[in-house]
């Protein structure tokens, strides 16, 4: 199914459809079923050279094209840049208490995925595997689940005509169902992004706090923020004194340094924006009625305007034609009939060459 069908369907839906959506938006607050043994990736942001493999092996196996700036220009790195619709994974450079670090970015996988609760298309699923998937089929371009994305990671092809599409990282579904490892994770050279299950990252990242103290800030990017994510980062306490860091940190300077949001809470951001955007089916189901009777109401006035002009110009034709008939009567009383023929001609012929020539001027 297309958009357009999609959008003739809510047409048809009208009203009936919007009740049902209203029913919905006061539901409970949404959330989707959590995969215990789904797979994540653990990004340890002190072992990044910031090399960009990553980001020429999302490109080859994706299909997506290349850069302008070839991935062997590590100068790019300095540039804060996001990804795109055409660039699923970007590799920053971030300074930690003036020491330089790397991190990845691309999406992040949410366990309960806020643009798949803001999407009343139903575009984006999350599969037990971990990974959020997003079918186009039926997207209308309405790009609230860019808006929604506490990550702002999803990207829309706005280069395209017809049916542009929302791009993100799809964490290599395809690779993940043939038994492979995502593209970012087997090109990357120094083991700074770890792929397994999401439980034994979290026990993974744990261990290296423990074996390294102080190299790391004490906090699991991504296990619980925004609801828990797929992809999780760890980050460096550079500088900090020996010893875990308190909790209280997180809040501190070394994840606002690396680019990292951390008020985002524990609550998952579905839960938000359901109940936000919940009610958009329902402003969009009621839009073809509302500019449905408009534009019929727009014809209508157009018709009876058309009405009243014809009825106008019959009216003034009418009236020139009992002027001609008086006209004539009274040339045959006074001329007779013959001269009364030529009169009638005459104004008849008149009449006619002054119609074709104001019909002309409206061409």
């Keep these: ?50 090399c960009r493999r990553c ?33 699923w994974t970007v590799v920053n450079k971030y300074e930690v208490n003036s020491r330089p670090y790397f991190r ?3 999406c992040f996988h949410c366990n309960d995925p806020a643009c798949a609760s803001a999407c009343f298309a139903k575009c984006f699923s999350k599969l037990p595997d971990g990974a959020v998937v997003y079918d186009g089929s039926q997207c209308v371009g309405c790009r609230y689940c860019m808006v929604a994305c506490p990550f702002n990671i999803p990207g829309f092809q706005y280069d395209l005509a017809w049916d542009p599409l929302v791009q993100k990282c799809t964490f290599c579904e395809p690779r993940l169902k043939e038994g492979k490892l995502p593209g970012c994770v087997e090109a990357c050279p120094v083991d700074a992004i770890t792929f397994g299950r999401r439980s034994d990252l979290i026990k993974i990242a744990r261990a290296r706090m423990a074996e390294n103290p102080g190299k790391y800030v ?31 940190a997180v809040t501190g300077s070394e994840m606002e340094q690396m680019g990292l949001d951390a008020h985002l809470g524990s609550q998952p951001m579905g839960e938000l924006t359901y109940g936000a955007l919940g009610a958009v089916p329902m402003i969009v189901a009621f839009w073809p009625v509302v500019f449905g009777g408009a534009y019929a109401i727009t014809k209508r006035r157009e018709a009876m ?6 009825a106008a110009v019959n009216d003034a034709r009418n009236d020139v034609a009992a002027a001609v008939d008086a006209a004539v009567r009274k040339i045959e009383e006074t001329e007779g009939q013959a001269a009364a023929d030529r009169a009638r001609r005459a104004m008849t012929e008149a009449l006619k060459a002054r119609e074709e020539e104001a019909h002309g001027g409206n061409k």
């Design 104 to 106: 990845k970015l691309q």
């Design 1 to 50: 199914m297309n958009r357009r069908k999609f959008l003739a369907i809510l047409s048809a839906s009208g009203i009936v459809s919007a009740l049902g959506t209203a029913k919905v938006a006061k539901s409970a607050p949404h959330t989707f079923p959590y995969y215990e043994d789904s797979y994540g990736v653990l990004h340890d942001t002190t072992r990044c050279i910031g």
């Design 55 to 87: 980001e020429a092996a999302c490109q080859q196996v994706n299909n997506l094209p290349m850069p302008e700036k070839p991935f062997t220009d590590l100068e790019v790195t300095s540039t804060r840049r996001r990804t795109t619709a055409y660039a």
């Design 218 to 248: 004490n906090y699991v990017y991504g296990e619980h923020d925004a609801g828990g994510t797929a992809w999780m980062v760890l980050v460096p306490a550079a500088g900090a004194p020996a010893g875990p860091v308190d909790d209280a």
């Design 305 to 310: 305007n058309r009405a009243a002009a014809e």
